[in-house]
C-alpha cells in the first residue's frame, strides 16, 4: 500500500513539474474550424511564441493583432509547395485589401511545424513584433484585440514564398486575449484543446466574398459573348435597336471596368495593372471605343458614294469596311482570350475555366449561322443597291 502510495505521489509530482514547466499562454480554439492558436509572451525577451494548426483544406488561414485590418500585423499560414510543410507569412495591413509581406518581422520556425494528418501546424517565435509600423501589441492589456481569417476551401496557395498572391478570406471572426496571462518564460506553448484567456466577439465566422471579383467576371463576360457579337456583327437591324444595344453595351461595359478596377486596387498581383489581362484589356478597349466611331465614318463615305451627283464611284468605302471588320474580329477574339487570362488573375476555381469555354462553344455555334445570314442579307442588299457589281456595301 505504501509503495503504491509513493508511486502515485511521484507521478503526480512529475505531472505538476510538466505543467509547471509549460510556457504561460492564451489559447483559442475554434471547435469548428478545428482550429487552435496559442500565444506565449516571453518576460525576458522581445519576443512571442506561438503554436497555430489548423485544417490543410483551406487556401491559407491567419490570425491578425488588432481591432481592424487597416495597420494591424497579420500572421499567415498556407501549405509549402511540396505540401510537406508550412510556410509562414508574416504581413501588414493597410486597409480592406491582401496585406502585404514585411520584412521587418523577424520570424523562426520551430520543430514539429509541418502538414500532419490533414493538418498545417506551426510552432514558431516572433522575433521584436510587439510594435510595427501602424501598430503595436499592448502586452499589459487583458483584453488586446485580435481577428482571425480562413481562406475558401478551394485551390490551397501551396507555395514556399512569403510574398504568394493570396485570394480574400472567405469568413473571418474577432476575439479579444488576455496578454498577461500569456506572459511567462519565453517558449512554443502546448497543443491544447480548450480555450483560455479568450472572449469571443460578434458572430464566430462571418462570410464574406469578393463580389466586386464575381460581378467583373460576369459583367465582361456578358459582354464579349453576348454584346459585342450583337455589335460587330450588325444582328440588330434598325437605327434605334442598334443604339440602343450599343447604350446598353456601353453601362455593362462602364459596370464592368469600374468593378475590375477597385478590385484589381485590392490585390497585391493586379495592384500595379501589369498583368497580362489588364494589359490585353487596355487593348480591348481601345478597339471597342474605336469600332462605333470608324463604322460612322465607313457609313458616311458609303452614303457619299451613293449620291446622285457623284460623277464617279468612291471604293473607299469597300476597303475602310474590311478594315473595320477587321478591327472588331481582332478585338473579339483578344477580349474571349483574355476571359481566360482573367479567370487565373482570379485564383479561380478550375470548372470556371470549363464553364466559360462551353459558352464560347455555344455562342460559335449560335454566331456561326447567324453570320452566315448576315452575309447573304448583305449581298442582297449589295444587289439592290449596286446592280452593276461594285461590291459589297455594309451599311449596318
Known sequence: MAANFFKAAIFLGILLHVANSSPAASTLCLDQKQTTFSLN??????????????????????????????GALMFFMYPSKDNQHVTFSPRIATGAVEPTYTEEIQVGIHNGSSTQNGKL??????????????????????????MYAFGPTSNPVSSDSMTASLTQHATYGKFTMDMTQATGPGGVPAASSISSGITLTGSQYIKDGDEL?????????????????????????????????????????????????????????????????????YVVIIGLLVL?????????????????????PDDRSGWISRIGIWIGMITWI??????????????????????????????IVVAGPLIWFVKKRHDRREKREDPNGAGIIPTG
Open 334 to 363: 483578344l477580349a474571349l482570350v483574355d476571359g481566360f487570362l482573367g479567370i487565373k488573375l482570379a485564383d479561380s476555381k478550375n470548372y470556371i475555366y470549363v464553364i466559360y469555354g462551353c459558352c464560347i462553344i455555344a455562342m
Open 213 to 281: 471579383s464575381v460581378t467583373h467576371g460576369y459583367a465582361m463576360a456578358a459582354l464579349v459573348l453576348v454584346f459585342t457579337p450583337i455589335l460587330i456583327l450588325h444582328l440588330l437591324s434598325g437605327a434605334r435597336l442598334r443604339w440602343i444595344n450599343y447604350t446598353v453595351f456601353i453601362l455593362v461595359a462602364v459596370l464592368g471596368l469600374v468593378c475590375g478596377f477597385y478590385d484589381s486596387m485590392t490585390y497585391n498581383r493586379s495592384k500595379n495593372f501589369g498583368a497580362p489581362h489588364q494589359i490585353i484589356a
Open 292 to 312: 462605333p466611331k470608324y463604322r460612322m465614318v465607313s457609313r458616311m463615305v458609303s452614303r457619299h458614294r451613293h449620291r446622285p451627283k457623284t460623277p464617279q
Open 41 to 70: 509572451v516571453a518576460n525576458d525577451s522581445n519576443d512571442i511564441y506561438f503554436h497555430f494548426e489548423s485544417p490543410a483544406q483551406h487556401a491559407w488561414v491567419a490570425v491578425g493583432a488588432g481591432t481592424e485590418m487597416k
Open 121 to 146: 501546424v506551426l510552432n514558431a517565435v516572433c522575433h521584436n513584433c510587439r510594435s510595427w509600423n501602424g501598430g503595436l501589441l499592448n502586452i499589459s492589456s487583458t483584453a488586446q484585440p485580435w
